[in-house]
């Protein structure tokens, strides 16, 4: 019995084997575009998915607990509810073949996304039955310079977004082909590439609404017969919902509840205002689209504060989509190019939109990745219908095309290609990231803590200048203070402004700072660490003393830990505590010379000059050029009535 679905035969369909140069050019094109990214180090989460992923740095070994455990598990315990196997799979193959190599990683991400370029312009011109050769290349070209999609190419752990759409198209692709020939095989392939999809990003699922919408453009069909080739893909993503469901339920940690931190909309005051400020942001995706300037990693709280429906922009927002939606319904029957990109927008972006469900982000430019396959059609069908442009047969056609309507796609190429090379430069570390981020979206308490933390960790600690280094401190100390003014709630910012008062010397700063800290979370030793060491500098000896305990308590030590507990009680008078204290310090560190040299004055000041004199006689072992050690070694001796060997050690203070 034939089958009762009427297929449309493709009419002047290009033969694929003439499309090899524009496959060669759509891959040099968006290689070129974003080969400046494989010098870039390690940025963002790239420290969460494969420097410090346990299982990424097992190599292939690694791979049965990515299977098999929810996404962050490889780094921390943090049960976010995503299960991404896919995606690590492929950070723990560079890892086995060539170690920690950031430029290795970079460098698969460009060739991946250079393939997807070349699948794409297939998918369209499959799409569209080879009859718009034209519009498939101009949609794939600005497609491949617009600068969104920086952050999924140039941050190594959007791989996870590559993949996903990479492997969509190859299911896509199939599936035209099935519908074409309506053999099984390409079925199986096409469910083979969805569910890999699926296994590289959740998000995939969005696309068991473009499945039908391809079908419904691509051939004559029924909604019955619709549903009855769409139920296979529902049937794969039902198989991976399971899955998912079973690991991120059985594992040891329960999934996490979404904090205002992870999605500023938790922060808005009710439903309402949520929803007005969720379809704020879809303007600013639209914005963003048609002129993508400035660019940010993050756009957390509380860049975009919650508003409401009084809100102009809201209501603006409001009467686009609300035309869009209306176009593409009333034109849907008609199977226009507009309409489609409308609805493929519409789905793409659904689950992302934070209209539907509350993810686990406020906003970002990755998830513009895919939807801005419509916005690019949208421009190329412009230019082409402004222009009147006749479709071509092969790539060398276009060159005989209207000069102003080339000139008019140089232009955007030019533009567009421009903005994503320098942008790619942003990427090229965290400190530069973070560093021309924070400009970009000054209202997020995210990126004035990045900035300032990376001010204080890597620039200020790496500088030997102390007017610089005070210079950059002050910076530091700016950016932390505005994090802790947009969120006062954030034990973090409080903790790192006191380590960046305390390195910049000031102590009565730092205290407050580091209790601010505590206040928020009181099980944050580091403060209780910083706090007990400004207490001791600012003389405050019994608070000092109370806190370097609980530092002591909880296991959290460094060399100035003993040693300013011993001081504390040795500025008390209490010298049999500061001894014990002081010894203490040896034993985590025999070679720190501060503290030997206050042990050995707490033996002088309970005259046990024996001791005294072993312990300072131990310091010029360990730094023979140390003069306080003969200072105070000829001190004891002078004391002990030795005046010869009080007179012996004074002159070697001396010669030293």
Wanted: with cysteine.
């Amino acid at each position: 019995m034939k089958s009762k679905t009427k297929i449309v035969e493709p009419k002047n369909i290009i033969e694929e084997s003439s499309n090899w140069p524009v496959y060669i050019f759509l891959f040099l094109f968006g290689f070129l575009l974003y080969a400046n990214t494989i010098p870039n180090e390690y940025a963002l989460d790239d420290v969460a998915v494969i420097q410090q992923n346990k299982f990424t740095k097992q190599g292939i070994a690694g791979i049965p607990e990515m299977l098999t455990t929810f996404y962050w598990q490889g780094f921390w315990d943090l049960n976010a509810g995503l299960y991404r196997p896919l995606s690590l799979i492929t950070f723990a193959l560079d890892y086995q073949f060539f170690g920690e190599n950031p430029h290795v990683s970079h460098f698969v991400n460009v060739v991946l996304y250079a393939f997807t370029l070349v699948l794409l312009f297939v998918f369209l011109n499959k799409f569209f039955k080879g009859n718009k050769f034209l519009l498939s290349l101009f949609t794939t070209v600005l497609f491949a310079a617009h600068p969104i999609h920086t952050e999924v190419i140039a941050n190594i752990k959007s791989r996870d977004e590559l993949l996903c759409f990479l492997f969509f198209l190859l299911s896509a692709i199939q599936f035209f082909v099935y519908l074409d020939n309506l053999k099984t095989k390409q079925l199986v392939y096409s469910l083979i590439f969805y569910f890999l999809a699926l296994f590289s990003k959740e998000g995939a699922i969005v696309f068991l609404g473009i499945f039908p919408l391809l079908m419904y453009y691509y051939s004559s069909t029924n909604a019955k017969q619709i549903l009855v080739k769409v139920l296979p893909y529902a049937f794969i993503a039902l198989v991976f919902i399971a899955i998912h469901e079973v690991v991120i339920k059985s594992a040891a940690t329960p999934k996490i509840t979404y904090s205002f931190l992870d999605n500023g909309l938790v922060a808005a005051p009710n439903y309402i205002s949520r929803m007005a400020t969720a379809i704020y942001m879809m303007g600013k995706y639209l914005l963003l689209l048609i002129f993508p300037h400035p660019l940010s990693y993050d756009y957390s709280f509380n860049e975009i504060p919650a508003t409401s429906f009084s809100n102009l922009k809201v209501l603006v927002t409001v009467v686009l989509y609300g035309f869009f939606i209306f176009y593409a319904l009333k034109n849907m029957q008609r199977k226009g190019i507009v309409a489609f990109a409308i609805l493929f927008f519409l789905i793409t972006i659904s689950l992302t939109s934070n209209i539907f469900m509350l993810i686990g982000a406020t906003m970002g430019e990755r998830f513009l990745y895919v939807p801005s396959l419509s916005f690019c059609l949208l421009i190329a069908m412009g230019i082409i219908s402004a222009f009147k442009l006749k479709e071509t047969q092969s790539l060398s056609d276009v060159l005989k095309l209207n000069k102003a309507a080339l000139a008019l796609i140089v232009l955007l190429l030019v533009g567009y290609s421009s903005k994503t090379i320098s942008r790619n430069f942003d990427w090229k570390d965290n400190y530069t990231l973070f560093t021309k981020d924070v400009f970009a979206t000054p209202g997020s308490s995210r990126t004035q803590y990045n900035y300032g933390t990376v001010l204080l960790n890597t620039k200020a600690a790496n500088e030997q200048d102390t007017l610089k280094k005070n210079l950059i401190l002050d910076a530091a100390i700016k950016a932390l203070l505005r994090s802790t003014k947009i969120d006062s709630l954030s034990p973090g910012a409080f903790l790192n402004l006191a380590s960046a008062y305390y390195t910049r010397k000031k102590y009565a700063d730092a205290a407050n700072a580091a209790i601010m800290c505590l206040q928020r979370d009181a099980n944050e030793v580091k403060a209780n660490s910083i706090l007990g060491n400004a207490q001791y500098r600012l003389g405050n000896f019994d608070e000092a003393i109370k806190n370097l305990n609980i530092c002591i308590d909880k296991k959290f030590v460094s060399d100035e830990t003993y040693n300013f507990l011993g001081g504390s009680y040795f500025s008390k008078q209490d010298f049999p505590n500061a001894i014990v204290a002081f010894k203490k310090g040896l034993e985590y560190n025999s070679k720190n010379t501060g503290v030997i040299l206050n042990l050995g004055a707490a033996y002088g000041m309970i005259r046990d000059f024996d001791n005294a004199i072993a312990t300072f006689k131990l310091g010029i072992k360990i730094d023979p050029k140390n003069k306080q050690f003969y200072t105070y070694t000829a001190l004891t001796y002078q004391n002990m009535g030795m005046l010869d060997s009080a007179v012996v050690y004074q002159n070697k203070t001396v010669l030293r």
